[in-house]
């Protein structure tokens, strides 16, 4: 594993293989996004976590207990698992993470990205997919910060053709964004 | 909040329900196969754990409910998805980890929690119903967009005069966003129902 | 009591999960054999679309996969060569193979199917990313494989994708070089024809490029089978009959003929009737204008341009020596082909130890438009746009034995290693006069 396949995931995930807006992983949790910068950083730490440990525990899982054998309980061991986690994790830190979310952590925890960085992190070897995961997490938390952002600066309703007020234009600002982060990839 | 029978039924606006949903419309609409897939996918995972979640909503504590409902959807998902694997290898394939993904989708989450909670299995099963037929439109028609725009085929099959004018720009990520932006202005423009975001609605991403 | 809602949870999900672990275990009882069924199907689709109908590949059809050579029984089978099935019914063979050309994006992906007796009965692109698709220039191309053995007698190459169909091509003829090498089929014949034409690139460097035949093709006259005429003046090859026997016949640019036979023997001197017979089909060309241009261009008081034969085929074209002060050099002037088979012209002076003393390439002609294609040739050039001042210099006091990669230019890799083809060709031909002075 040299340095550069180490950039290599990492920027991939950030921003040409991007879950949210480019793999279509957890898109919702992103385009509904207007919370502050803050709640945003802070949320998508959470997130990103969720993603670090989830990897951590099913990783092995799926290598030493599924196999090819049991692969059909892979999605439903991945969701106990990932559930679990973030259910532990709300138990530390209820209050905070509840606060941030405006609703319940498990329910914006529990997403696609989470799940598909897991299913396809087992495909890759235990430190790639570690990275992987923080990277993946990262990309998250910028892309659902970027987007909270975005819509606190798209102030003129006006503007916009009545039938695409709402999500029309919220997805095609997602598109822009996507669009521009797949001129990335090589 | 107490709700009546028929706001359950009409309670998901289009626009609301696909915010929730807009990732897994985008990434299963490149293909018609694709979109008729995740459509049954959709409405049959909706559909069970609806019936399962209303008849076992009693018994599940408040403080369990969140994992407990994901967790059923996701026990349908996976038997869905080894059956789509054995009867519809190519569509299984095409639908990859998003298949997977529709196992901790909101809207099926909403659904259970919103409806299948609060309601009898009669309006479970219509709820579902009609959800699950709303999503699998709107992937229909974006898919078909998509597919012959984008990619020049439709049902897999090319489509010989356009194989020159495909706008392959369609059938990539971006296309999705493009596609489905346009179908929910057109649904907005003939339903009336511009879109707001509720302030009180819960949000949570699929 | 957070804990205790905690640990509830987590026994509740347990429950859940046991009870669709347990319905989706009865299940894969259903589902598992099918979905093992399916993947393999995927797998054998496209061997099957090779083969006539009623070919099965159950049970133990893989007799070679790339993923594990050592638990196959065959030997020598090339990198390129992913798997090798063999039909449970005896119908034939079925391999998937890739090739890659210098155009490939990625390798091409190639399915063949090879009946009982050793000829092609099917054979498709499983995936192809050349930048040119060959079957776009020649839509039977791959038609014309089918019902051949492994000579792949009239299979020849698409003008406008040759890199991309010889790879195939190539290709081709080494996945089934691994079945007659285990002795599964049996070889075809090549006839003699075919193993002649197939001897030029190797006997004539002036009628190739990048290692391929290109040639103009001659029409055939009396004896004369066949005939091919370089594109850039350096001669011709001929396949003559001579009663039964087929020989080939060279021909450079000073009218020097070579005839070999099937096994690549030079039999000059027992066929003079043949050399006759090719020489006469053949028109010389001057070059002594040119050359001396290209001579005045470097060496303003070049004089006693004294012509010299060559003896040697390849991309030289005229051979001379000339004197300036007190030093003879001896001027090699070329015409390999380049990018789109343009003719690049270049003259090669070297001093009487056979060290290079000025390469200069008069022309790099790639067409109006090649520079655009070629951006490191580009940056070699001075802003007068056509000397190509560091590159060339590159050539300075290079002889035969320190000739080099170093010279190769990536981004104009087809460019320079013409230059370099010719460059050798230059050596060749001054060896072959300095040891005929001797």
Not at chain 1, 176 to 182: D, E, F, Q
Not at chain 3, 95 to 106: D, K, L, P, Q
Not at chain 3, 229 to 246: D, P, T, W
Request: net charge negative.
């Amino acid at each position: 594993m040299t340095p550069e396949i180490i950039l290599g995931i990492i920027l991939t995930s950030i921003l040409s293989g991007n879950y949210a807006l480019i793999e279509c992983l957890g898109t919702g949790a992103v385009i509904e996004n207007e919370r502050s910068t803050k709640r945003s950083l802070a949320l998508g730490a959470g997130t990103t976590l969720v993603m670090l440990l989830a990897t951590l525990i099913t990783w092995p899982i799926n290598k030493f207990v599924l196999g090819e054998k049991l692969e059909y309980l892979q999605i439903i061991a991945f969701v106990a698992v990932v559930l679990v986690i973030s259910e532990a994790m709300h138990l530390v830190a209820r209050k905070l993470l509840d606060n941030y979310c405006h609703s319940h952590f498990v329910k914006f925890a529990v997403n696609g990205a989470v799940l598909g960085l897991c299913i396809h992190n087992t495909e890759h070897g235990f430190l790639e997919a570690i990275i992987t995961a923080a990277a993946v997490g990262v990309g998250f938390t910028l892309t659902m910060t970027l987007y909270g952002k975005l819509k606190d600066l798209t102030v003129d309703e006006d503007a916009i053709p009545a039938s695409f007020r709402g999500l029309p234009i919220a997805l095609l600002t997602a598109g822009m964004i996507a669009l521009a982060l797949l001129a990335l990839k090589f | 909040m107490k709700k009546t029978k028929t706001s359950y039924l009409l309670r998901g606006t289009p626009s609301i329900l696909l915010v929730l949903g807009a990732g897994f419309v985008m990434a299963s609409s490149e293909d018609l196969r694709e979109a008729l897939g995740m459509g049954a996918a959709v409405l049959i995972s909706m559909l069970l754990s609806s019936i399962v979640v209303s008849a076992i909503h009693k018994i599940i504590p408040a403080y369990a409910k969140i994992p407990a409902y994901v967790m059923i959807i996701t026990g349908f998902v996976t038997l869905i998805s080894m059956l789509m694997k054995a009867f519809f290898p190519e569509v299984a394939n095409m639908l990859g980890v998003h298949l997977a993904a529709l196992s901790v989708s909101a809207v099926v989450y909403r659904d259970c929690e919103e409806v299948a909670d609060h309601s009898g299995e009669g309006t479970a099963i219509k709820t579902a119903l009609v959800t699950g037929v709303f999503f699998t439109v709107i992937m229909v028609v974006c898919a078909l967009i998509r597919e012959v725009l984008g990619n020049a085929s439709i049902w897999g099959q090319p489509i010989a005069f356009l194989q020159d004018y495909k706008i392959s720009a369609l059938a990539g990520a971006f296309g999705g966003y493009v596609v489905l932006a346009i179908v929910m202005a057109v649904i907005n423009k003939i339903t009336g129902l511009h879109h707001h975001l509720d302030e009180n609605e819960e949000k949570e991403g699929n | 009591m957070k804990i205790r809602h905690f640990l509830i949870t987590t026994a509740i999900l347990l429950v859940i999960m046991v009870v669709f672990g347990a319905a989706a275990f009865g299940l894969n009882f259903i589902t598992g054999p099918m979905i093992e069924a399916n993947n393999a199907g995927a797998e054998l689709a496209p061997l099957l679309a090779v083969m006539p109908e009623g070919a099965s590949f159950g049970g133990d059809a893989l007799i070679y996969s790339s993923a594990d050579p050592s638990a196959s029984t065959l030997v020598n089978v090339p990198a390129n060569v992913l798997s090798v099935y063999k039909e449970a019914n005896g119908l034939g063979f079925a391999i998937r193979c890739t090739a890659e050309s210098s155009y490939s994006e990625s390798p091409m992906e190639i399915t063949i199917g090879i009946d009982a007796e050793g000829k092609i009965c099917g054979i498709q692109l499983d995936s192809y990313s050349d930048s040119v698709d060959f079957r776009d220039n020649d839509a039977n191309y791959l038609t014309s494989y089918i019902g051949k053995d492994s000579a792949l007698a009239d299979v020849g190459t698409v003008s406008g994708a040759t890199y991309s169909s010889t790879a195939f091509k190539s290709a081709v003829e080494g996945a089934m070089g691994v079945l007659i090498e285990n002795d599964l089929i049996a070889a075809g014949v090549k006839s003699d024809a075919q193993i002649l034409a197939e001897m030029i690139p190797s006997l004539h460097t002036g009628l190739t490029s990048g290692g391929m035949l290109k040639a103009e093709a001659v029409a055939a006259s009396g004896n004369i089978v066949e005939g091919y005429k370089a594109l850039n003046g350096s001669g011709y090859a001929f396949i003559v009959k001579n009663g039964e026997a087929s020989y080939l016949a060279m021909v450079n640019a000073s009218g020097a003929c070579k005839v070999y036979d099937t096994t690549g023997a030079d039999v000059t001197e027992a066929n003079v009737a043949v050399a006759e017979e090719a020489l006469a089909a053949t028109e010389a060309v001057d070059f002594s204008e040119a050359t001396a241009k290209m001579i005045s261009a470097k060496f303003a008081d070049a004089s006693e341009i004294t012509p010299m034969e060559l003896t040697t085929f390849g991309n030289v074209v005229y051979a001379c020596s000339f004197k300036t002060g007190e030093s003879t050099y001896y001027a090699f002037y070329s015409r390999p082909l380049t990018y789109g088979d343009n003719v690049m012209e270049i003259c090669t002076v070297i001093d009487e130890n056979g060290a290079i003393v000025d390469q200069n390439v008069k022309q790099m002609a790639f067409g109006e438009h090649g520079i655009e294609y070629m951006p490191g040739i580009k940056d070699l050039m001075d802003a007068s746009g056509s000397v190509y001042g560091e590159y060339l210099d590159r050539f300075n006091g290079i002889t035969e034995g320190t000739l080099s990669d170093d010279v190769l230019v990536s981004g104009a890799t087809i460019s320079s290693t013409a230059v370099k083809l010719a460059t050798s060709d230059a050596f060749a031909a001054f060896n072959s006069i300095k040891g005929g002075e001797q």
